[in-house]
Nanobody, 114 residues
Framework: QVQLVESGGGLVQAGGSLRLSCAAS????????MKWYRQAPGKQREWVAT???????NYADSVKGRFTISRDNAKNTVYLQMNSLKPEDTAVYYC????????WGQGTQVTVSS
């Protein structure tokens, strides 16, 4: 059974940083395409970042240059380093894994105060 557990969310002032973690069990994240999504109140879930099996990364324009997705194969964990945070980054952040099926974590709340 695949489980993804996000952590690292919290309350931070604008301009601050947070690092989110997504720890997996039941699958090797290196065999998955891993993505981070976020969902703000009253809005649709939106894609934030991707890291492929080969380690290539891609970002939504809204976070490019501020967020970095990475993977630690030894810890079977994917990270999202978020710098220069803005109030509009406030959302629940979810990690997503895809190999033969899609898997989601439970989400972690990020709140950025102005």
């Amino acid at each position: 059974q695949v489980q993804l557990v996000e952590s690292g969310g919290g309350l931070v002032q604008a301009g601050g940083s947070l690092r989110l973690s997504c720890a997996a069990s039941g699958t090797m994240l290196s065999n998955n395409v891993m993505k981070w999504y976020r969902q703000a109140p009253g809005k649709q879930r939106e894609w934030v970042a991707t890291i492929t099996r080969g380690g290539s990364t891609n970002y939504a324009d809204s976070v490019k240059g501020r967020f970095t997705i990475s993977r630690d194969n030894a810890k079977n964990t994917v990270y999202l380093q978020m710098n220069s945070l803005k109030p509009e980054d406030t959302a629940v952040y979810y990690c997503n894994a895809f190999s033969s099926d899609y898997y989601w974590g439970q989400g972690t709340q990020v709140t950025v105060s102005s």
